[in-house]
C-alpha cells in the first residue's frame, strides 16, 4: 500500500551508501574490524564497559538470560505489553516467564509493585521493557533487585540514546539488549547489541555468540592465531561488516535523530491536546526519551477498528503495540488465565501513530487532523432506550 504517512521510515542517506560500498571494497564481509568500531562506538554512547554486537535483539535477549545462568525452574518477572521476543526469549532456556501489570493508562512500563508481587524463591531476574524509549522507573526497579538479589535485564529494543537521571537505557541493568531492527530508531535492517559493564557476562556473550569458539575467523584472517576450542555450545548470533557499518552511520546520528522525534512528539501532543477521547500516556515522564513509538489511547467510546480503518482512508498508517502476550494462543497454553486489568485495558484501546525522524510539518498535520476525522466517524453510537 502506497501510505500518505508510513507508520515508520528510515534515515538513510549518502553516508550508509557509502558505508556500505566501503565494506564491499574491503572484501571482508563477516564480523571484523568495522563491528569492533561499532561495538566501541556504542558504549561509549551507552556508557557501559562493553557492547557485543549480535544478529538481533532476539538472541541478545537469549544471550543475557543465558549468560547470567537462567534456566529451567528459574522465574523471570516481564511485561506482557511487549513484543513476543522479550518473552520468548526466557522460554528458550527453559526458564518461565511471569508476567505482570503495567503501571497505569499513563505509565505503559512495569509496575515496580507488581514485581514487588511476583518475587519468590524461584524469581530469578527482572526483565524490563522501556515502552516507546520512556525508562521505567530503573532507580525502584534496582532497588527491589537489590533487596532480593535478582539480576536486571533491559529490553531496551526501542531506547537508543534514551535517559533516565543522565543514565543512558542498557547503562541500569546487569544487561541491556537493543535490536537495529528495520523500524528501529537506529536501522541496519537486522542486528542487535548487548551491552553490560559485567566483563564476565561480556566474555561469556563474545563466546556464545560464535559457537562457543575461544577464537574467530577474523582473529585466525589477521593471523592472531591458528586454532580454537570449543569449550560452550554456543549458536551463530554474529553480526556482519555490511550492518555493523550502517550501525556505526546511524550511531552518529542518533543524538539529532531522536531530536527530530521529540519535536515531532511535542507537535502531536500540541495538536492533539484538545481531543477530548484520546489520551497521551507519559505526559510527565521525568526522563529523555529516543521517542521510538508514539502511542495514543482512545476512549471506551470510539470503536478502534473503525478508527484504524478510517486512518487508513486517509492514507496514515497505524499500528497497536502491542496485542498482550499472555493473551496469544501458545502462551495461554503454557500457562492458563491470568488477568492484567491495566495491560488489557491498553492492548484493547492503544494505536499507535506514524512517527520518524523526517517527518514533515504538513505529516504531523495530515495525522492530527486525520486523528481529529477518525475519531468522530469510529464513535460508537450508544443506544438509547
Ligand atoms: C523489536 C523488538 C524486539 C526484537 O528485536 P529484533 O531485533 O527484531 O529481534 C524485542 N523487544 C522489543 C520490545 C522490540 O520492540
Known amino acids: 500500500m502506497d501510505w500518505r504517512v508510513p507508520l515508520a521510515d528510515l534515515d538513510f542517506g549518502k553516508a550508509e551508501r557509502k558505508a556500505v560500498m566501503q565494506v564491499l571494497e574491503s572484501r571482508w564481509l563477516s564480523m571484523g574490524e568495522v563491528t569492533v568500531q561499532f561495538e566501541k562506538a556504542f558504549a561509549a554512547m551507552v556508557g557501559a564497559e562493553h557492547a557485543i554486537a549480535v544478529s538481533n535483539a532476539t538472541v541478545a535477549l537469549h544471550l543475557a538470560v543465558l549468560a547470567l545462568g537462567i534456566g529451567e525452574g528459574d522465574e523471570v518477572i516481564l511485561p506482557s505489553l511487549t513484543f513476543v521476543a522479550t518473552a520468548n526469549a526466557i522460554k528458550y532456556t527453559r526458564a518461565q516467564p511471569v508476567f505482570m501489570d503495567v503501571t497505569n493508562e499513563t505509565d505503559f512500563n512495569l509496575a515496580p509493585s507488581a514485581i514487588e508481587r511476583a518475587i519468590n524463591r524461584r524469581t530469578k531476574a527482572i526483565m524490563v521493557m522501556h515502552y516507546g524509549g520512556y525508562l521505567c522507573n530503573m532507580p525502584e526497579i534496582l532497588r527491589i533487585a537489590r533487596e532480593h538479589n535478582l539480576f536486571v535485564i533491559e529490553d531496551a529494543a526501542h531506547a537508543p540514546g534514551s535517559s533516565l537521571e543522565d543514565r543512558m537505557a542498557g547503562a541500569w541493568g546487569d544487561v541491556g539488549c537493543f535490536s537495529f531492527f ?142 498482550p502476550i499472555h493473551l496469544f494462543s501458545y502462551y495461554r497454553g503454557q500457562m ?30 495530515m495525522v492530527v487532523e486525520g486523528v481529529k476525522g477518525a475519531v468522530e466517524e469510529a464513535s460508537m453510537v450508544v443506544e438509547r432506550s
Request: glycine share 6%; net charge negative.
Open 336 to 365: 492458563g488465565e491470568i488477568h492484567l486489568p491495566v495491560t488489557e485495558t491498553i492492548g484493547k484501546r492503544e494505536v499507535t501513530l506514524p512517527l520518524f525522524s523526517r517527518m514533515t510539518e504538513a505529516q504531523v498535520e
Open 182 to 323: 528495520a523500524n528501529k530508531n537506529l536501522a541496519t535492517g537486522e542486528g542487535g547489541m548487548v551491552t553490560t559493564d559485567r566483563e564476565d557476562l561480556a566474555e561469556k556473550v563474545r563466546l556464545m555468540r560464535s559457537h562457543g569458539m575461544t577464537t574467530l575467523t577474523w582473529d585466525r584472517h589477521e593471523g592472531h592465531a591458528h586454532s580454537y576450542d570449543v569449550v560452550e555450545l554456543g549458536y551463530n548470533y554474529r553480526i556482519d561488516e555490511i550492518r555493523s557499518a550502517l550501525g556505526l552511520v546511524q550511531l552518529e546520528k542518533l543524538y539529532l535523530t531522536n531530536a527530530l522525534r521529540r519535536d515531532i512528539v511535542r507537535a502531536y501532543r500540541e495538536g492533539l491536546k484538545d481531543v477530548e477521547v484520546v489520551s497521551i500516556p507519559f505526559e510527565d515522564h521525568p526522563g529523555v526519551s529516543a521517542a521510538h513509538l508514539f502511542p495514543i489511547l482512545l476512549d471506551a467510546s470510539v470503536d478502534r477498528s473503525a478508527f484504524i480503518d478510517a486512518m487508513k482512508a486517509r492514507g496514515i498508517q497505524t499500528s497497536i503495540h502491542y496485542p
